[in-house]
């Protein structure tokens, strides 16, 4: 296995060292009010040399927060195959509550989330991208869903996976305009258990 050269991991050090003071500006005074110049200023290299590691500021917060997809994977691995969809879908949401509760955390959201309405981006925003792997995932569990009998054959899955996702948005914005006490994982599983079983073929009958 080939070491790093020297330059490749000045360069990680840099890309780590934007990173990290983007986040820290943005944090500290919002997103649409920090320059990637500023970010070079902090950080003390050129702009080319942030351009080389991040197309836009924009870049710097997804990068972090694309780490989440490779969790995503690991849970997946660990569900149980057996079990209903519904349950698979909801075991799926309450990890990640954890994880963004316990890792993410709530300023880099806030963050995410303040850039993604204030920012321009292209219509396939990050955020709701059918190509997250969770997105593909909660595919997987719902086709299997319907074809299994335990989802509602009048609902198509993709007008399943929107409401599920919304659910998770929803539930990520009031946790983040809440005071402590909004218990994000308790209240992720109690509503998304209530729309999931507004899909189950007991519920259309």
């Keep these: 296995m080939n070491s790093l050269t020297t330059r490749q991991k000045k360069a990680l050090e840099t890309r780590e060292k934007l990173l990290k003071t983007s986040l820290d500006l943005f944090n500290k005074h919002g997103f649409e009010h920090v320059s990637v110049e500023q970010i070079t200023k902090a950080c003390n290299v050129s702009k080319g040399t942030f351009y080389t590691h991040f197309p836009s500021k924009y870049d710097v917060i997804l990068e972090k927060f694309k780490e ?8 997946e ?6 079990l209903p969809a519904s349950e698979k879908i909801l075991l799926l949401y309450r990890e990640q509550m954890l994880y963004l509760a316990n890792v993410v955390g709530k300023d880099l959201l806030r ?10 981006v292209e219509k396939d925003h990050y955020l709701i991208s059918h190509q997250r792997k969770i997105f593909q995932i909660l595919t997987i569990y719902i086709e299997e869903g319907i074809k299994l009998g335990e989802f509602r054959k ?3 899955a993709t007008q399943m996976q ?25 209240e992720m599983a109690h509503f998304t258990a209530v729309v999931l079983n507004g899909m189950q073929v007991e519920a259309s009958k």
């Excluded at 963050?111 to 321009?120: D, I, P, W």
């Design 68 to 75: 989440l997809d490779s969790f995503y994977s690991t849970v």
């Design 77 to 82: 691995k660990n569900i149980d195959g057996n």
């Design 111 to 120: 963050t995410v989330y303040t850039a993604a309405m204030t920012n321009q």
């Design 154 to 156: 009048d609902l198509q």
């Design 162 to 186: 929107t409401i599920i996702q919304r659910c998770m948005r929803a539930n990520v914005y009031d946790w983040l305009i809440h005071n402590e006490d909004f218990d994000l994982v308790a």
